[in-house]
């Protein structure tokens, strides 16, 4: 047998093929321990923006509370006004603009999200308002085309939030509104009992704006001629009302003066007044007693801004109540199940109905719509002004609704 030796050329060749084998495998898991590094931090990354678009949701979420709170104090009829909340405690918070109202966050102290910042900055959870190239803030009105325009409906809020988680941000800026509530109003004062006086009141269907002054007129009708109401308003406007809507019989005596679309509506029926304060506001019975709430007892009564169901005896629409206001600045929608007295120095923005009799004493002022079912018959002392305002009514009522509509959102 003849034994062939290798040549001495291939001497250590499978020492070097060995450790080529090594060296790929050694790359290759190099290769698969960066991907697996770089899925991981990719994953973690995602994880962070998913996480911080989270916390600016809940910026909006806090944002939406504080307006429906009444805590921005953003007059719309100032396009410069707007609110900040800051990740601070109250009495910490920056010192910001004279139009602008800081807040400090309503979390809890030591566990904040980050949808805002401590100081002032590109990122402090911001509302304001919606406005135009003319620096107007625009309003929503559904029954108008476009919707979004800036005579009528309710003023839209635009509230800015970024959420940050570590190095990633995300922040979104919403449009929103608060719900409207549309009323159907027969009159600028409605009833359903005789009226046999109305004293020197003025009373006024046309519809008027919802800035116009305490105690005023001025700005008349909303589309027509800016005068106070003493009978020269040209044309029809959409939403002037009877100044005067009676079920029963009126006789205005006096000195009053009543305008609208006709003046007086008087002798209409009896069954054609409302079945009860839902039919004003398009609700189910069940749906107004949850949006009024739970009775108030009128001797504790000190803030009159807001929604406000009066009452003595928790007996729905007995009209056992009486109700005696005396120099109250209100608001809202005040509903008694009973007598209302208007006392010296009352005024209202919003809409008023009460289930028995109405009296003034002194002087009174409405803006928006006032409904008396009535009891007995109706006799006005003293100087009562009632003007409508399709306006007033929603945006008030709105206003204290606590309930948004989103028009818009989008990525900044």
Known sequence: MVVQRPNLNERGIALVISMLILLVMTLLGLVL????????????????????????????????ARIGNQETLMNPTDPLAAAQVFNTVAGSVPVVGADTTALATGQTAGSYLNYSTATIGPDVLTIGWKKNS??????????????????????IYTITSTGRVGTARRS???????????????????????????GNAVICGYDHFADTPINDGNKGRVGAKPDYCQGDETGIAAND??????????????????????????????????????????????????????????STMT????????????????????????????EGL??????????????????????????????AWVLGGIVAKGKTTIKINGGFTVLYS?????????????????????EK
Not at 134 to 155: C, E, F, H, R, W
Not at 305 to 327: A, E, H, I, R
């Open 390 to 410: 399709s306006d007033a009514i929603t945006q008030e009522l709105t206003k204290y609704g606590s309930q948004f509509v989103t028009l818009s959102w989008r």
């Open 241 to 298: 009302k009877p100044g005067v809507w009676d079920g029963d019989t009126v006789n205005p005596g006096g000195s009053a003066q009543t305008f609208g679309n006709p003046n007086v509506l008087s002798s209409q029926g009896k069954t054609n007044f409302y079945t009860g304060p839902w039919d004003c506001f398009g609700m189910s019975q069940a749906d107004f007693w949850a949006f009024v709430g739970a009775p108030r007892d009128p």
């Open 134 to 155: 003319l620096n107007q803030v625009m309003k929503y009105d559904g029954s108008k085309n476009p919707a979004i325009q800036t005579l009528s409906g309710t003023p």
């Open 334 to 363: 005040l509903y008694v199940d009973g007598d209302l007295h208007l006392n010296s120095n009352f005024s209202w923005k919003g809409f008023i109905y009460c289930e028995g009799d109405i009296t003034v004493n002194g002087n």
């Open 33 to 64: 321990m960066a991907g697996a590094t770089l899925n991981r931090s990719l994953a973690g990354n995602d994880q962070r923006m998913r996480q911080s678009l989270n916390i600016a949701e809940a910026g909006v979420g806090e944002a939406e």
């Open 172 to 198: 979104i800026v919403t449009e929103v509104i608060q719900k409207p509530y549309i009323v159907n109003a027969m009159g600028a004062f409605t009833a359903n009992v005789p009226i046999t006086n109305l």
């Open 303 to 330: 803030d009159w801004k807001g929604v406000f169901y009066l009452d003595n005896d928790l007996v729905p629409q007995n009209g056992s109540c009486s109700v005696g206001p005396n120099g109250v600045d209100g």
